[in-house]
């Protein structure tokens, strides 16, 4: 007897939200204006946020909820024009996470970080970064729709189509805003500083100077708790970790062990029993965090090597699929949402951001950093192969893990690694060739992180029915746009947290023979410094004669530590510490380190290596305990003033989560005993079939959405435990725009009080007495108790519909 076997299921056909024959109002000016104004926005807090904390959140959810709302009040809203909304904006935060990982290195390795380097470099990265990406889509975004599931851009289209549908999640989101700029309206120290910033207690036990050296602190800003938020109270934890290691564990033990010595121990200048815990941190603790950082960082890139060789032979493979696809198919009219922008403009494009680069780099090099042009051919080049290589790579990674947890430091670490070694071999070992190195890492990490945020756009815009080339030009404008904002804010907080110390004991040296690891560079440029006296952080010394000082950078020095100084001609010796904004306490910048230690360990192999082997040590040990490392590692570099208030934000989350579980366990027990009633009062012969004996026991009753939201008070669109949308992470989204605003707010006003010192002028803002009857660090802690309390009340608040 014949058999006919049966024929294979059909794969459902793909439906986008808005049909490929429908047109409705997308790329249009008012879309690109407010894109482009959030972007701006998005991009300066996300350089601001992460060189303090190390750390960046996704702002494509944010930027979409208030895009809803604006839009929706501007009248006839679009949910394609929303998209290109929150793709131009987005584009901000992505490049703004390449540049503050990788840019900062500059400084790290002696080098000024000026504003056209950072806008060009952050340019090119970023139109690499779309470009690269585009030929990918196809196969990515459309062909593999069911396996690479882009989780962020994926919630964000279901944000946008619930906003379609009538659902309005923002005034959680203004509501954090407006409760944290009003906060750091009178708790930043460079606004009102109504109460300390940063409430601190150093530690001196007793007669026997118990946890001397050691020092509890906690940075109490609104972004902090909002970043702590969102990343959980696991992340959240062990980052403290690391903070609570260095902070009340390693520095108390070096003061322990060091206190007695009469002379500096290296790369120490002054003695350790004359140092502060900030000054322990700086000279001892930095440099082994770095060795942490990097050797977390390389250990994280050998566990996602078979993750990214896997991503990368998949692309290639499934390309050459799709182009044999192709070669047999017929050619018609091109669909709505399948028109990518041409292939002239991709390739041609491509081509001359390369030669362009070259050219940047050749005519204007680094200061101080000039190499020749077959170095900066090299390089161009270099940036070209790595750049297709982890474009690919990211694109396709973030799909399956999502961009928060793309290896994008991984990434870098490689090229960063891979360029040095061929450096090495070439001999191109000097000062200059490290900066050079940085900006091929520079440019291929800021691609990577734009081309998993454009993949995860265009994500977005498959399921809403969006025009693909419209969304690439929305990236492609969004990086313009966000490059002007992003080198200012980097610029401007390097100058803003700037300070100049007085040596304790200055240090004699012969500017005409300068001992090995120490640059002269030229005469002090300014008129005008205020110093901070040594023996009283308070006292400023005023100095108006400033360019009587010679700059002198130490690098890999054996008798200084790294960073920049100022030698007195007159007197022939070091008398000023000039401490650059931009690695201090308040913006550590630790994936810059990192950066700068990797190229410093392989080119100039001139590092405090007993301190940096010893974070390497950390990292084996955390890691044979089953602990991912480079959490940790990040936690022992960064101020524990930064992971303390961070970990506050992660507690509340581990409250709400408390008491959301607890909820829900009672509506599981409300639902089994209605299920129970239900069965009771049922007429004998009735057919019961939702319930069974396992169900009721579980309470796992199916109720509809009327009933479910009658019972809980919750509405299912928002419900408490979707991390994307819930009420809690929009508040804690507005806490962190408004950290992130009110604290540039500072800077820029910190600014214009330093231009008008270095002009004469003696304007400062009015600014409360620090004998005000509030400025106690009691109070702070109250205060920030009080916001924390805020976020713990609206992120259990149900959203209003």
């Not at 959680?172 to 109460?195: A, D, H, K, P, V």
């Not at 012969?510 to 006292?539: C, M, W, Y």
């Not at 509340?652 to 959301?660: P, S, T």
């Not at 396992?694 to 309470?699: S, T």
Request: proline residues 6%.
């Amino acid at each position: 007897m014949a058999t006919t076997s049966a024929p294979p299921p059909q794969t459902p056909v793909f439906r986008p939200f808005v049909p490929a024959n429908e047109t409705r109002p997308e790329l249009t000016i008012r879309a690109v204006l407010i894109g482009a104004l959030f972007g701006i926005l998005f991009g300066a807090v996300t350089v601001y946020v992460g060189l303090k904390a190390g750390l960046t959140v996704a702002a494509s959810i944010p930027i979409s909820v208030l895009s809803i709302s604006i839009l929706r009040v501007l009248g006839k809203a679009s949910i394609l024009e929303n998209n290109i909304v929150q793709t131009t904006g987005n584009a901000g935060q992505s490049i703004a996470s390449g540049v503050i990982f990788t840019l900062p290195a500059l400084i790290f390795l002696g080098f000024d970080l000026e504003y056209a380097r950072i806008f060009a470099l952050a340019l090119f990265g970023g139109w690499i970064g779309v470009l690269f990406m585009i030929p990918l889509r196809r196969q990515l975004i459309v062909e593999e729709h069911g396996t690479l599931l882009y989780p962020e851009g994926t919630a964000c289209a279901d944000v946008l189509i619930a906003g379609e549908r009538g659902g309005s999640f923002a005034s959680r989101i203004f509501l954090g805003m407006g409760l944290g700029s009003l906060y750091t309206l009178f708790q930043n120290e460079n606004l009102f500083g109504l109460w300390p910033s940063t409430p601190s207690k150093d530690f001196d036990i007793g007669p026997q100077h118990l946890l001397r050296g050691g020092s509890i602190r906690a940075d109490a800003t609104p972004e902090y708790l909002g970043v702590g938020y969102i990343i959980g109270p696991r992340i959240s934890g062990i980052m403290l970790a690391g903070g609570v290691f260095s902070w009340l564990v390693l520095m108390p033990a070096i003061y322990f062990f060091g206190s007695h010595l009469t002379h500096p121990l290296y790369p120490g200048t002054v003695p350790i029993s004359a140092m502060s815990p900030s000054d322990l941190w700086r000279t001892y603790v930095r440099p082994m965090g770095a060795g942490a950082v990097a050797a977390a960082g390389c250990l994280t890139l050998l566990r996602t090597m078979p993750t990214i060789f896997g991503a990368l032979t998949g692309s290639f493979r499934a390309k050459k699929n799709t182009a044999s696809t192709a070669a047999g198919s017929t050619i018609g009219e091109v669909p709505r949402t399948s028109r990518d922008l041409p292939n002239s403009f991709v390739y041609g494009g491509s081509a001359l951001l390369v030669v362009l680069l070259w050219a940047f780099l050749e005519f204007k090099p680094v200061p101080g950093a000039q190499v020749g042009a077959l170095a900066n051919l090299a390089a161009s080049l270099l940036v070209l192969v790595f750049g297709f290589l982890f474009v690919t790579v990211s694109s396709r990674i973030v799909g399956i893990v999502g961009s928060s947890a793309s290896p994008v430091s991984g990434m870098t670490i490689a090229t960063l690694m891979a360029t040095a070694a061929i450096f090495l071999v070439e001999g191109w070992t000097a000062p200059a060739f490290g900066a050079l190195a940085i900006t091929i890492g520079g440019i291929v990490c800021i691609a990577a992180a734009n081309s998993g945020d454009t993949a995860q756009d265009l994500k977005t815009g498959y399921i809403i029915g969006a025009t693909p080339w419209k969304t690439q030009l929305a990236v492609m404008i969004g990086v313009v746009v966000s490059t002007f904002v992003i080198g200012l804010t980097l610029s401007g907080m390097n100058k803003a947290l700037e300070s100049f110390r007085a040596m304790p004991t200055p240090i004699a040296l012969n500017a005409a023979a300068l001992p090995e690891g120490l640059q002269d560079r030229g005469v002090f440029p300014r008129p005008h410094l205020s110093i901070t006296d040594p023996s009283d952080s308070v006292k400023k010394i005023e100095i108006n004669n400033a360019t009587g000082y010679e700059l002198i950078n130490a690098i890999g020095s054996p008798t200084l530590e790294d960073g920049k100084y100022l030698l007195n001609r007159a007197t022939g010796r070091i008398e000023i510490q000039w401490v650059q904004g931009i690695g201090s306490e308040k913006a550590a910048a630790p994936q810059g380190r990192l950066m700068a230690t990797v190229i410093n360990g392989i080119l100039s192999r001139k590092l405090p290596w007993s301190l940096v082997l010893l974070g390497v040590a950390l990292v084996l040990a955390v890691e044979l305990m089953g602990v991912r490392s480079l959490t940790l590692a990040v936690g022992a570099y960064l101020s524990i003033a930064t992971t303390l208030a961070i970990f506050c934000g992660g507690l509340i989350r581990w409250m709400v989560d408390a008491a959301v579980a607890k909820a829900r366990e009672r509506d599981r027990a409300i639902r089994a005993e209605l299920a129970a009633e239900a069965l009771a009062a049922a007429p004998p012969g009735a057919v019961v079939a939702i319930l069974s004996e396992d169900e009721l026991l579980r309470g796992d009753v199916r109720l509809t959405d009327t009933e479910q939201a009658d019972l809980t008070n919750n509405d299912p669109l928002t419900d408490l435990d979707n991390e994307e949308i819930s009420p809690g992470s929009l508040f804690a989204s507005g806490l962190i725009a408004a950290g992130g605003i009110m604290g540039l707010t500072g800077v820029v006003v910190k600014l214009i009080e330093s231009v008008g010192e270095d002009r004469g002028s003696n304007w400062a803002l009015p600014r409360f007495s620090e004998h005000n009857p509030l400025h106690h660090d009691p109070v702070a802690v109250l205060m920030f108790a009080l916001l924390a309390f805020s976020l713990y009340y609206f992120a259990r608040k149900p959203l209003d519909q």
